[in-house]
Nanobody, 124 residues
Framework: VQLQASGGGLVQSGGSLRLSCVAS????????MSWFRQGLGKEREFVAT????????YYAGSAKGRFTISRDKDKNTMFLEMNSLKPEDTAVYYC??????????????????WGQGTLVTVSS
């Protein structure tokens, strides 16, 4: 499975961005797709996850109420709609896919495939 993330850019505080992650290859089955982010000098952190069908979602506290994760299974594409962006949301955002059921969705080692990352910069 190959993952290609896009949609990052520069936005002012309070603005919005929509990230996309296109999956290709053996995408007929899987369990979860997620977004992680890593700010400069910071550890990678979990942002949100969506089930392969798109029916179930789960968010980190920092994303809840501001971000919306979704998946278009027909297009094998995952989205992250980000609203009310803050400077602390500045980071490289990575998409990831878990092809098996895992115990902890919030840790990176649970995922089998990663995209290359897309940079989101929020100016104050």
């Amino acid at each position: 499975v190959q993952l290609q993330a896009s949609g990052g850019g520069l936005v002012q505080s309070g603005g919005s961005l929509r990230l996309s992650c296109v999956a290709s290859g053996r995408t007929s089955s899987g369990f979860y797709m997620s977004w992680f982010r890593q700010g400069l000098g910071k550890e990678r952190e979990f942002v949100a996850t969506v089930s392969w069908s798109g029916a179930s979602t789960y968010y980190a506290g920092s994303a809840k109420g501001r971000f919306t994760i979704s998946r278009d299974k027909d297009k094998n594409t995952m989205f992250l709609e980000m609203n009310s962006l803050k400077p602390e949301d500045t980071a490289v955002y990575y998409c990831a896919a878990a092809m098996n059921r895992v115990r902890d969705l919030e840790v990176g080692r649970s995922y089998d495939f990663w995209g290359q990352g897309t940079l989101v910069t929020v100016s104050s």
